[in-house]
């Protein structure tokens, strides 16, 4: 369920990258920054339940990170919602879609292997 979650995310921020080479990516952005959101919440949620299931020994920073990341993109995204696109904003959208990927390949893939049996 994870990876097929991880799966929808990369979907929309390639949605997001194709939109900006053919020009509507403006139009795509609050969408996009909306759908990450949702995205966030309930996914970090899903991977937490999992955490405290499992007995995750890192589960506290883990669910730290999470917490601190919910709050920036929802920010973020009602920024978008309710006023201007700005160059500065799709940057710290660009510079928030950095931080998860990196989350995913690092955080996310420590507690795969934890669930498969290695150290971590
Ligand atoms: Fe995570």
């Given at each position: 369920m994870i990876d097929s979650e991880h799966r929808m995310l990369f979907d929309a921020i390639n949605q997001l990258l194709d939109a900006c080479a053919t020009g509507s990516?403006?139009?795509?952005?609050?969408?996009?920054?909306?759908?990450?959101?949702d995205y966030v919440d309930q996914h970090f949620s899903d991977e937490?339940?999992?955490?405290?299931?499992?007995?995750?020994?890192?589960?506290?920073?883990?669910?730290?990170?999470h917490i601190k990341y919910k709050e920036m993109i929802r920010n973020l995204s009602n920024e978008f919602k309710h006023s201007e696109v700005t160059v500065q904003k799709v940057g710290e959208l660009n510079r928030l879609v950095s931080i998860l990927i990196s989350h995913i390949k690092s955080e996310d893939k420590r507690l795969a292997n934890y669930l498969k049996g290695q150290d971590v």
């Open positions: 990516g403006r139009t795509q952005i609050t969408q996009t920054a909306q759908f990450l959101a937490e339940k999992l955490q405290r299931e499992n007995e995750y020994p890192h589960y506290k920073s883990h669910h730290t990170f």
